[in-house]
């Protein structure tokens, strides 16, 4: 019954106006006009019930998405079943973070952590090194490993999507890992219905105590959406120089899920890249809540 209220809310909330040419795979009437003060290069906005993109901003041109092919990574590993596999901190994930000047989640090498826990390390601090390693276990092998990624892009009808390194970092190049906003907000929908990946990044921050073959580690989300917008569940912070500050994003309001990216808001700010998500959701959801609200859904 609320999926029917949501998308009649939808409709008319839809019925203001069509917009101009709609990308290829975007909804046949989105939504009229679009966010005003968004500064991201590249953006989508979709509906989180069907993946169908209701606005964007250069929503097929392909572009790179640093850390945001993390959710990828993701998804491999979560799709073998086997989060509890025991997984050792390679050697090299140190220096391979050094090298490309990627961020880390405090891992040591030679400690051993289960999957799961590399997966908090990868998302929440978002973790070059953990993606490494995750990389090494699962491949089997770096090369492995990313081929399967985009064996799993192949699979989900991602266009114009190519990974060549499991953290999104600019190996070999700047733009060699690259997707499209409209490929993205669809990865996030096919995400977001894993549930242990939904689980963990809706979490703010994850406490892993030390253990025999493990450090004590404690992450906190670079996604600071879910502290600052109501209904916020994630999803992946990116950045490098090529791709600017990048935010994907899922919220839920009135039981109504909007997923979303924006890419290149800033090269600078993370806090515009946020912004940027606000202003999106905002144009969205208001013409929405003032049809649901009258009607006591909120």
Not at 97 to 113: D, F, I, P
Not at 174 to 201: C, K, Q, Y
Request: glycine letters at 12%.
């Amino acid at each position: 019954m609320l999926h029917t209220v949501v998308a009649g809310a939808l409709v008319v909330a839809a019925g203001h106006g069509v917009a101009g040419a709609a990308p290829s795979g975007s909804a046949e009437a989105p939504w009229a006009g679009g966010p005003e003060g968004v500064q991201a290069a590249g953006a989508a906005l979709a509906d989180g019930f069907t993946g169908t993109v209701l606005w964007g901003r250069e929503a097929n041109t392909p572009v790179p998405i640093a850390s945001i092919a993390k959710v990828m990574t993701a998804v491999v590993a979560i799709s073998t079943g086997d989060l509890e596999r025991p997984v050792t901190v390679p050697a090299e994930a140190g220096a391979y973070c050094a090298q490309h000047n990627g961020s880390t989640a405090g891992l040591t090498a030679g400690e051993v952590l289960t999957a799961r826990q590399l997966l908090y390390a990868l998302l929440l601090p978002s973790g070059c090194d953990a993606a490494y390693a995750i990389a090494e276990s699962f491949g089997p092998g770096q090369a492995g490993f990313i081929g399967r990624m985009n064996d799993a892009a192949r699979l989900m009808g991602l266009g114009a999507t190519q990974f060549t390194d499991p953290s999104g970092l600019p190996n070999p190049t700047d733009d060699s890992t690259h997707s499209t906003p409209a490929a993205l907000v669809a990865l996030g929908v096919r995400a977001m219905a894993l549930p242990a990946f939904r689980e963990i990044v809706a979490a703010r921050d994850h406490h892993v105590p030390a253990d025999h073959d493990n450090r004590e580690h404690h992450w906190e989300t670079t996604n600071k959406l879910l502290h600052e917008y109501p209904g916020a569940i994630g999803l992946k912070t990116g950045n490098t120089n090529a791709a600017g500050h990048c935010l994907l994003f899922e919220t839920v309001r009135a039981g109504i899920p909007l997923i979303g990216v924006v890419l290149h808001s800033s090269d600078t700010s993370s806090a515009v890249a946020r912004e940027d998500a606000t202003r999106i959701l905002n144009w969205a959801y208001d013409p929405v809540l003032s049809v649901l609200e009258p009607i006591g859904v909120r």
